[in-house]
């Protein structure tokens, strides 16, 4: 095992692939000799060369749909946006193209790409630079959402999502200098597949991408009130892992989902769906199934105003603790 | 030049463009030394597009600018206060510290602010041309963007339609030879981007930007003809930033000599050297321009670092709605 950063980890996964499949091609803006926007691509242009990594002009719905059209003849690109908030610029090819060109040639065509886009509030760059916008992409059938926290999560899911033969959306936390451990070898990790982050008897914390760590720590300070909490990190979206969340649930009782976006119409709904459509689950309930997610307004300037933007640890042990009472 | 600044007022112009470079000093400075947050885009070596354009408008034309809009803002004649409590997240700031330095607003000196989605903003500014023509006003919009954004589809729908309902919009690229790291050469089709608006029908030209007479000149030429024939224009300005794109950039996509060479064209000592030989002012005048300017706004800087307000969350959602509340 070694310790890598988050941000390390993305680009071993991009740099293996290349290395395995000259097909695999990173594309992106800066994402040359200024290494990306948030230096996740530092060095591969010098170790692939532009055959491989293609810088691109400021063109976000072009260059996806360059990526798409490349994909349908044999590339298999890895687009990288600069914010995930650009997203809405790219979301016609993803979205009306990419999604559905493998149903609408009846199964004939596909299209292998990667979408990589960061997500979320604490940089200090606002409004339109902060959001959190899965949901753009959780309900478009024929596309795959991968929201990883961890760096080994990251590296693996990554690396299967550019072996994947379906357009999947790769979203990424701006908290790039996360480390933890990583194995050695040469490794995937199944599309589709939660983890359960921490185990526990008393309730479940259902979460993805940077709220892990936020559930993770309150789970620890609930520790100190004889609550044990199991964190289920979904790290897929799309296919949601519904056996996995309704397991956890069953077996605690209780469930407390957690996401950095807007509750209102947030993907906590779909989890809060998987959760009480199934009838053992359901039954299982000890106490209504809870939601937390950011503040419902776009993400001010003022730095002590963004930092409450997102769930805070203290919300999530009193939303807990509520269950409980 | 068809156009000259009124006798006697040259001075004026270069203590607008000097007050801009020691503000943009003093931001960067803050920044440096973590008292203010987040990034900030500096526009230093670009000044004369700033006061050129904005002195070259009537107070009644408007303005949408970019994430590099520090600038525009102040040759437009924002409150230096506003404009700083902005950068501090304070709620005396042009937007009550939720817009932060890459939004700043001005409506009152008709500075319909800025998009930090590069290039969208050029398409707002053409609506509001639409508007002002729709309502027979003699106003134009200056939409500002970048070399980088001239890679935006969106500029290129903009431009058509500005020219097929022949709105008002002046579309000016301030051309910095960069996007971000990317050199214009490698990613503009053209070396030109004047040169796209015949592909709209748009009448266009493109200047140098380091020359404040220049751009004042032509875009009083401009907003004639634009009056007088009814069209859009699109004008290039061809710059350089001397500042990194953001706060944490290495420069490492460009070489100091590059640098050097542009610095040789810093715009300010380009129009010094003209009112000096011009003796419309003397080496003295100007560094104690430089000395007043910096004083004013050290002044000002200091005043937020000691003395801070700010919103609280309740108070920011009140913004979000015309109600004030969730409908
Ligand atoms: C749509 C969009 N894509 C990417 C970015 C990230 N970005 C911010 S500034 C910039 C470069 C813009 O270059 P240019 O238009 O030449 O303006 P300059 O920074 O030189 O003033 C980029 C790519 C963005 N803000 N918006
Ligand atoms: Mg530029």
Redesign the interface.
């Known amino acids: 095992m070694r310790q890598i950063s988050y941000r390390e980890a993305i680009r071993e996964a991009l740099a293996e692939e290349m290395a395995r499949d000259e097909q695999v091609v990173l594309m992106g ?2 994402v ?3 290494g990306g ?1 948030f230096s996740v691509t530092s060095g591969l242009i010098d170790i692939y060369g532009p055959h491989q990594v293609i ?8 260059i996806v749909a360059v990526a798409v059209g490349a994909a349908i003849m044999g590339m298999r690109p890895v687009v990288e946006v600069m914010y995930g ?2 997203s ?2 790219a979301s016609d090819p993803l979205i009306n193209h990419a999604a559905k060109t493998r149903f609408m040639s009846g199964g004939r065509q596909s299209v292998p790409m990667v979408y990589r886009t960061p997500m979320g509030s604490g ?7 902060t959001q959190s916008l899965e949901t753009l992409f959780t309900n478009i059938p024929g596309l795959k959402v991968i929201y990883p926290c961890t760096p080994s999560d990251a590296k693996g899911l990554l690396k299967s999502a550019i072996r994947c033969d379906d357009p999947v959306v790769f979203l990424e936390h701006k908290n790039y200098g996360l480390s933890s451990l990583i194995p050695e070898e040469d490794y995937t990790i199944e599309i589709g597949k939660a983890d359960v982050k921490r185990k526990g008897t008393d309730l479940t914390i259902i979460t993805y991408g940077k709220m892990v760590s936020q559930a993770l720590s309150a789970a620890l300070t609930l520790e100190d009130d004889e609550i044990s909490a199991e964190v289920v990190d979904l790290r897929t979206l799309r296919p949601l892992d519904t056996e996995a969340i309704r397991a956890s649930v069953k077996k605690t009782g209780r469930a407390v989902i957690l996401h950095e976006g807007p509750a209102f119409g947030g993907f906590s709904g779909e989890i809060a769906a998987a959760i009480v459509e199934d009838e053992d689950t359901f039954r299982a309930l000890k106490g209504p199934v809870k939601r937390i997610g950011g ?4 993400t ?6 963004e930092m ?1 933007m997102a769930p805070q640890v203290s919300q999530i042990i009193s939303v807990s603790l509520s269950l409980f009472s | 030049m068809p156009y000259s600044f009124a006798s006697g007022t040259r001075k004026d112009v270069l203590a607008l463009m000097i007050r801009s470079r020691v503000f943009e000093q003093k931001i960067e400075e803050l920044f440096t030394n973590h008292s203010m947050h987040g990034t900030t885009h500096l526009a230093i070596g670009q000044e004369a597009v700033h006061a050129g354009v904005a002195l070259g408008l009537e107070q009644r034309d408007w303005i949408m600018t970019t994430h590099r809009c520090h600038g525009h803002t102040l040759a437009r004649g924002a409150d230096l206060f506003a404009m700083m409590a902005e950068f501090f997240g304070d709620s005396r700031g042009l937007s009550r510290g939720l817009g932060g330095s890459m939004h700043l607003i001005d409506m009152e000196h008709r500075n319909a602010g800025s998009s930090a989605v590069v290039g969208s903003s050029v398409a707002l500014a053409t609506g509001m041309a639409l508007q002002l023509k729709r309502q027979n006003r003699d106003e134009i919009v200056v939409a500002f963007f970048g070399d980088g954004a001239s890679n935006r589809g969106i500029i290129h729908e903009a431009m058509n339609m500005a020219s097929i309902w022949n709105l008002p919009v002046l579309f000016l690229c301030e051309h910095n030879g960069y996007g971000m790291s990317s050199p214009a050469h490698r990613m503009v089709s053209v070396s030109s981007i004047a040169e796209r608006g015949s592909g709209y029908g748009i009448k266009s030209d493109s200047i140098d930007g380091n020359a404040v007479q220049e751009v004042y000149s032509k875009v009083r030429e401009i907003r004639q003809w634009m009056m007088e024939h009814q069209r859009p224009y699109l004008l290039e300005v061809k710059t350089y930033r001397f500042s990194g794109h953001s706060k944490s950039d290495k420069r490492v996509y460009r070489s100091r000599e590059e640098e050097a060479q542009w610095m040789k064209k810093d715009p300010i000592e380009a129009f010094s050297r003209v009112l000096i030989a011009e003796k419309e002012i003397t080496e003295q005048e100007i560094s104690d321009l430089f000395e007043q300017e910096r004083a004013q706004i050290t002044e000002i800087a200091d005043f937020f670092l000691n003395d801070h307000q700010e919103l609280t969350l309740r108070d920011a959602e009140q913004y979000v709605y015309a109600s004030g509340g969730d409908r």
């Open positions: 803006e800066d040359g000799c200024y926007c810088e691109t002009p400021v063109s976000e719905e072009g908030d650009f809405t610029l940089t200090g760059a606002a409004a339109q630079h503040q419902e307004i776009p001010p300037f003022n730095k002590n105003l409450q």
